[in-house]
């Protein structure tokens, strides 16, 4: 059974902070890597992907990956409270198929 | 931008009724999905289309079938709706096969079987 794992929190950090969500998971073929942000009552939405070694950035969000570990991670720079929602880790399980993680809710406190 | 739109943002149904989800994207997206998300469990696939008339289980399949007769178009059917099929489900259209497809979600049906 392929598993993707996160802590469900919630992780709260002060506005200004660096968030860091983390997520591991068990298919060491698993090749590509993803984080949807969902709010309250919303439908999750992509914000990262990551397929390389090592990090990607975007704006304040940076996706690390180190495959090795089987460790995927998020960083949220100057989080706002507006980034406060649930982060889903997904990866890749072969054609078509999507593993996601339970989530982890972020609240970011003014 | 894409849409994907699901028919229903709330429904109650009673247990043994037949339910209709219907999804339809507007970006003709080759493929489509249908999750259930419960806390605790994360987003759990229930079936996904890769093409007109072709289906695939998911991880969870048992008590649901789909349709897709239309490529725009996707449908969720419980036969008999049952309790524990009380869920939030979400549609999902992406394109192509590579393995990194962002997938887009619909608004979600909050779905309550009594």
């Known amino acids: 059974q392929k598993e993707v794992e996160q802590n469900s929190g919630p992780l709260s950090v002060p506005e200004g902070a660096i968030a860091s969500l983390n997520c591991t998971y068990s298919?060491?073929?698993?090749?590509?890597f993803f984080w949807y942000r969902q709010y309250s009552g919303k439908s999750p939405e992509l914000i990262m992907f990551?397929?390389?070694?090592g990090d990607k950035e975007d704006g304040r969000f940076t996706a690390q990956l180190n495959k090795a570990s089987q460790y995927v991670s998020l960083l949220i720079r100057d989080s706002q409270p507006s980034d406060s929602a649930t982060y889903l880790c997904?990866?890749?399980?072969?054609?078509?198929?999507?593993?996601f993680g339970t989530g982890t809710r972020l609240k970011v406190l003014a | 931008d894409v849409k994907v739109t699901q028919s229903s943002r709330y429904l109650v149904k009673r247990t043994g009724e037949k339910v209709f989800l219907e999804c339809v994207q507007d970006?003709?997206?080759?493929?489509m999905f249908w999750y259930r998300q419960d806390p605790g469990l994360g987003l759990r696939l229930i079936y996904f289309?890769?093409?007109?008339?072709?289906?695939e289980k998911g991880d969870i399949p048992e008590g649901y079938s789909v349709s897709r007769e239309k490529k725009e178009r996707f449908s969720l059917i419980l036969e008999s709706a049952s309790t524990n099929q009380t869920s939030m489900y979400l549609c999902?259209?992406?394109?192509?096969?590579?393995?990194?497809?962002?997938?887009?979600f619909g608004s979600g049906t909050q779905l309550s079987v009594l």
């Open positions: 999902a259209s992406s394109f192509g096969a590579a393995g990194n497809e962002k997938l887009f």
């Open positions: 298919d060491r073929g698993s090749q590509s």
């Open positions: 990551i397929y390389s070694n």
């Open positions: 997904a990866v890749n399980g072969g054609t078509y198929k999507y593993i």
């Open positions: 970006m003709d997206h080759e493929n």
């Open positions: 289309s890769y093409d007109v008339k072709m289906k």
